[in-house]
């Protein structure tokens, strides 16, 4: 009798399946540690926890928790509308930013297809595109960051979305303004090109994205915003789409009815006024990211230079290392699945939390 699993499409069987940062509940339980003693700094998330605006917000939208949420974020759309002056009807909500990459490549890529992203970028991009059946085709790294030419010069017939992440995750790098406009200028009309900005919160005014501006030129853009970053909503799931009306208004028709819960929708939508909130998130951000590279500078470590909320650095023996720092009590992120087998990942936390790392890691090299 053949295994039931065997009915699943071949590209479905042969998908590797994403490993999100390990738990601190689970860390608590393999290593007998008090989840107290353990730091987690593997998942590029907010160590201020929630801004007061969106706690408040949450708390609120409990009392209404019994009924659907609004399946058309009105709240949260109006308060998006204000925040980024776009239109109602170019938005696309989702469960995550992770759901609206989903979306774009259920409403647009078929079996045959092609779907182009860049080495060592984010490893939703080669997961939405081969549940759907199409071929990813990646662009080897140009100094860990993307090679837009070289993505450019990729584009066949098949070609149907490029993916691009700016800040890219897991290596933080960036592309400067100009040189992704003209990237964007150069791509054909007839291929999407999703833009995922899940880190733009953390830059400096000076690299601060102006791609929402630039789709009054390019209808075939598509920018993906997360909440779960500086936002500090990463539990609730939610982020969201703009583009032109004619993509969002396919996208949505392949939308889950209720896709983002009320209390999400409710948080994110008071999160948008709580700028006081993201500039404490920017600052801290800013102080731990010269206190963790200042740090693996002292230990003679590379890393690579990020714009983001993380550093990846390179280390020799990664796995033992790794496993060293959980029995430490700190929780980083292997990257080898990135093709980066010597390098380990580290999100900036508080103080207390980057000293407690670089702590763990110097004890660990110098034993």
Not at 48 to 72: F, Q, S
Not at 160 to 189: C, M, Q, Y
Not at 233 to 247: E, K, N, P, Q, Y
Not at 288 to 312: A, E, H, K
């Amino acid at each position: 009798m053949s295994k039931l699993s065997e009915l699943a499409p071949s590209y479905i069987r042969s998908i590797a399946a994403y490993q999100p940062g390990k738990p601190i509940a689970d860390l608590a339980r393999e290593m007998d540690l008090q989840p107290e003693q353990i730091v987690k700094l593997a998942s590029n998330e907010n160590p201020l926890g929630v801004g007061p605006k969106a706690e408040a917000a949450m708390h609120a939208a409990l009392t209404d928790i019994a009924r659907y949420p609004d399946g058309n974020s009105f709240i949260l759309r109006d308060a998006v509308c204000a925040k980024f002056n776009v239109k109602p009807d170019q938005l696309i909500f989702g469960n995550g930013s992770n759901d609206i990459l989903e979306l774009a490549a259920r409403a647009f890529l078929t079996a045959g297809d092609e779907a182009i992203y860049a080495q060592h970028a984010f490893a939703v991009y080669a997961l939405v595109t081969q549940a759907v059946g199409a071929k990813g085709v990646v662009i080897p790294a140009k100094e860990y960051g993307h090679d837009l030419p070289a993505m450019l010069a990729a584009i066949t017939a098949k070609t149907r979305i490029i993916f691009v992440a700016n800040p890219n995750n897991p290596t933080g790098t960036l592309l400067p303004k100009d040189e992704l406009f003209a990237f964007l200028k150069a791509v054909p009309s007839n291929i999407l090109v999703v833009l995922d900005e899940a880190y733009d919160e953390y830059l400096s005014d000076t690299y601060k994205s102006e791609a929402i501006k630039w789709l009054a030129e390019f209808d075939n853009l598509i920018i993906s915003r997360s909440f779960s970053k500086a936002y500090g909503l990463a539990g609730l799931r939610i982020g969201f789409g703009v583009t032109s009306t004619d993509i969002a208004d396919i996208i949505n028709r392949v939308r889950q009815p209720f896709n983002v819960n009320s209390v999400a929708q409710a948080a994110a939508a008071a999160s948008l006024e709580d700028d006081e909130f993201v500039e404490r998130t920017r600052a801290l951000n800013q102080a731990g990211m010269l206190q963790i590279t200042r740090g693996l500078t002292q230990l003679d470590l590379d890393y690579i230079p990020s714009f983001g909320n993380f550093v990846s650095f390179r280390v020799a023996n990664t796995k033992e290392v790794y496993q060293k720092l959980l029995q430490s009590g700190v929780i980083v992120r292997p990257i080898a699945a990135y093709e980066m087998p010597e390098y380990l990942r580290v999100s900036i936390g508080l103080y207390s939390e980057n000293e407690k790392f670089l702590q763990a890691l110097k004890a660990i090299l110098s034993s």
